[in-house]
C-alpha cells in the first residue's frame, strides 16, 4: 500500500488550507493503493471537510514557533497515533520547514524507510516583512528555511519564479532535487451562453490600496461603456468608494456558494505590484478563474501566470495585463471571446491547476 503523509504546523484555519490541503487529501485518498494520514500540529484541531478515509493525526502545538526541545515530545505524540503496516511503502510531504522538520527528525529517530520526504514551499519568507508584527519572526524564519533547504533532497515550489528565488537566496543541499507544483483547483468550467461580467474575489492585498482603486476604475470604465460590471467579491477590508462608479460589492460566501456564483461571470481580475512577493506567488484565485475558463485580468508580475503561459503559449490571449487596455477595440476583442474559447481555457488550465494533474505531478515528483 502507498502511505502519504502529510503534515502541516500551525496555519490550518482559512479557504487557501481547506483547498490546498484538505480537498487534494480529500481527492488523492480516493486513488486506487494509496492510503493518506494527515498530521495537524497546530493550536486547534480543524479537520472539518476531510474525507472520513482520512486518517487524522491532531497534536497541539506548543508555541507557534518550533524550538529543538520541543522535538521530543512531538516525535511521541506521533509515534503513538501513526499507524502503518510494514509493507507500506511511505511518501511525506510537508508544508513548509517547520513540518518539514518535525517530519525529517521522525524519521531519523525511528528509523524509517521513506520512499521520498518532500519539502513543500508555498511563498517566500520576505512576506514576513510586510507588517511590523511578523517581521521581527524575520531572521528566526529565515535561518528555519535555511536549515529545512539544507537537509531537503525533494523540494517542490508554486512556481519556478520560487525556484529561482530559493536557488538563488539559500544554500540549498547540492543533492536536492527542486520541482514546480502549482496550486490546485477542484473548479471546472460550466457551460452558460453569453457570460459577461468581471469578477475580482477577496481580500485586497499584496498591492497598495490607492494603486488598485486606480487600477480597477480603469478596467470599470472601459467596460461600462459596454454594459459590464465589475464585483468585489468576499473583499472585508472595504469598499473604497467603488460602488459609486458602478462596482458592485459582494458579501462573502461560503465556497460552494462562491463555485455556483462565480459561474455567472466572464472574467477574473488579479491586481498585484512587481514585488517578488507577488513574482514568486501562485494566488489561489488565479487557478480557480483558469480552471473555470475565465480569462484573467492581471497587474504586477505573478509566477503562476507565467509558467502557465509558458506551459500554454495559445492562451496567452486569455491572461491580459492591465497596461493593455488602452482603447476600445482591444476591449472589444476581449468582448469577443467566446464559450467555445473558454472551454479550451479551462481544458488546458485542468492540465496543469486541475487537482487530478497536481496529484499525478506529485506521484511522479515523489518516485523520480
Not at 529561482?164 to 543541499?173: D, G
Not at 459596454?226 to 469598499?239: E, F, V, Y
Not at 509558458?310 to 488602452?326: L, R
Request: glycine fraction near 4%.
Amino acid at each position: 500500500m502507498n502511505h502519504l503523509v502529510y503534515f502541516t504546523f500551525g496555519g490550518q484555519e482559512g479557504s487557501v488550507y481547506a483547498t490546498q490541503v484538505k480537498q487534494l487529501l480529500n481527492y488523492w485518498c480516493k486513488r486506487h493503493g494509496w492510503k493518506v494520514t494527515l498530521i495537524q500540529i497546530a493550536d486547534d484541531k480543524n479537520f472539518n471537510g476531510l474525507d472520513s478515509s482520512i486518517e487524522q493525526i491532531f497534536i497541539k502545538r506548543k508555541s507557534k514557533l518550533l524550538f529543538s526541545f520541543q522535538f521530543n515530545a512531538y516525535l511521541r505524540a506521533i509515534k503513538n497515533e501513526l499507524q502503518f503496516r510494514s509493507d507500506d511503502t511511505l511518501y511525506f510531504n510537508s508544508r513548509g520547514a517547520s513540518a518539514f522538520s518535525i517530519a525529517t527528525k521522525f524519521i531519523e529517530v525511528y528509523n524509517l524507510d521513506v520512499q521520498c520526504n518532500n519539502l513543500d514551499v508555498r511563498g517566500t519568507i520576505e512576506e514576513f516583512k510586510i507588517s511590523n508584527f511578523r517581521k521581527l519572526f524575520y531572521l528566526y524564519f529565515k535561518n528555519e528555511t535555511k536549515k529545512a533547504l539544507k537537509k531537503a533532497t525533494s523540494i517542490t515550489t508554486v512556481t519556478s519564479n520560487l525556484k529561482e528565488h530559493l536557488l538563488s537566496s539559500f544554500n540549498i543541499n547540492p543533492q536536492a532535487k527542486i520541482n514546480v507544483n502549482p496550486t490546485l483547483s477542484i473548479l471546472e468550467n460550466s457551460f452558460k451562453s453569453n457570460k459577461k461580467n468581471i469578477a475580482y474575489i477577496g481580500k485586497i492585498a499584496w498591492i497598495d490600496v490607492k494603486v488598485f482603486v486606480e487600477q480597477l476604475l480603469k478596467i470599470n470604465k472601459l467596460f461600462l461603456s459596454h454594459g459590464w460590471n465589475i464585483s468585489i467579491i468576499g473583499n472585508s477590508s472595504g469598499s473604497f468608494g467603488l460602488e459609486a462608479h458602478g462596482v458592485k460589492i459582494v458579501e462573502r460566501m461560503t465556497p460552494d456558494e462562491l463555485a455556483e456564483y462565480i459561474t455567472n461571470y466572464h472574467t477574473g481580475i488579479v491586481l498585484r505590484d512587481n514585488s517578488i512577493i507577488n513574482k514568486v506567488a501562485a494566488p489561489c484565485k488565479i487557478s480557480d478563474y483558469l480552471c473555470l475558463g475565465m480569462p484573467v485580468i492581471y497587474s504586477g508580475e505573478i509566477g503562476s501566470l507565467k509558467d502557465f503561459t509558458a506551459q500554454f503559449p495559445e492562451c496567452k490571449k486569455f491572461i491580459v495585463h492591465i497596461n493593455e487596455f488602452e482603447n476600445n477595440a482591444r476591449v472589444e476583442q476581449h468582448l469577443a471571446i467566446n464559450q467555445d474559447d473558454l472551454s479550451l481555457l479551462s481544458m488546458n488550465a485542468q492540465k496543469y491547476f486541475g487537482v487530478e494533474a497536481v496529484i499525478d505531478r506529485y506521484i511522479t515528483i515523489f518516485n523520480s
